[in-house]
């Protein structure tokens, strides 16, 4: 086992010598929530319906690896917001969803090595296609919320709507889909780069050529070639040249 050595302030490296050629990775991947932007859209769905509390410890024991079910976990959570409309739903996308920092800075500076973008997600397309366009993403996968006709255009039946390539987009999906467009890209896995914070990203971090963990959870910031914990996502900037 490799020992992290600080490279920077609030960054480590471990198994391998930095700097590394960002042109030599054609494809970077991305969590969503907590990882490009700056919360759990889960939890603050939840908050709509006074179920925030609840819903956030499910999450919080998800992302530490503690329930190793992810997608019961998921399903769990969805069924407390039943009733959640699109109005709350909207709100907090304007009110408290925030890219986090240096996320369009990474994206920029990858696109113009000719790195493609992917964002795979344990997360909702409600979100996860508003970042897709306001960041300039390429490709995504993410959780579609079933919904119903209700008052303020429609609300949350509690479940998920299977989607052509399976249900929940959970860790091994996340794992599948990184080496699905590595694939369709013609290009092996060691030219990707994964980053994320939570349990549920460390089957894609595994297969990557470069794993990046940003402000993670502890076991996630052991595995990680690359640990950003201070700082902005475009602090990755600093080992690749």
């Not at 490296?13 to 969590?31: N, R």
């Not at 959570?77 to 990474?106: C, F, H, K, S, W």
């Not at 508003?130 to 959780?143: E, H, K, M, S, Y």
Request: charge should be negative.
């Amino acid at each position: 086992m490799t020992t992290a050595t600080e490279f920077a302030p609030g960054l480590t490296v471990q198994g391998f010598t930095p700097p590394l050629k960002l042109s030599d990775f054609k494809l970077i991947a991305f969590d969503m929530d907590s990882t490009l932007i700056s919360i759990e859209c889960v939890d603050e769905i939840a908050d709509a319906v006074g179920k925030k509390t609840e819903v956030a410890a499910i999450t919080e024991a998800a992302m530490r690896g503690e329930i190793t079910d992810y997608k019961e976990s998921l399903r769990q959570r969805v069924a407390l917001l039943r009733g959640v409309t699109i109005a709350d739903m909207e709100q907090v996308y304007t009110d408290r969803l925030r890219v986090n920092p240096g996320a369009a800075e990474l994206i920029q500076a990858c696109k113009a090595a000719g790195l493609k973008v992917l964002l795979v997600s344990g997360g909702f397309t409600f979100f996860s296609e508003r970042v897709r366009q306001t960041l300039g993403i390429d490709f995504t996968r993410a959780n579609v919320l079933e919904v119903e006709s209700g008052p303020n255009c429609g609300q949350l039946t509690g479940r998920m709507v299977d989607q052509p390539w399976g249900d929940i987009c959970d860790g091994a999906e996340k794992r599948r889909t990184l080496l699905e467009v590595a694939s369709l890209m013609g290009i092996e896995p060691s030219q990707c780069i994964a980053m994320g914070d939570g349990a549920n990203d460390l089957p894609m971090m595994g297969v990557a050529g470069l794993s990046v963990a940003y402000h993670a959870k502890p076991a996630v910031r052991a595995q990680a070639m690359v640990a950003i914990n201070e700082g902005g996502l475009d602090r990755l900037l600093e080992v690749l040249r």
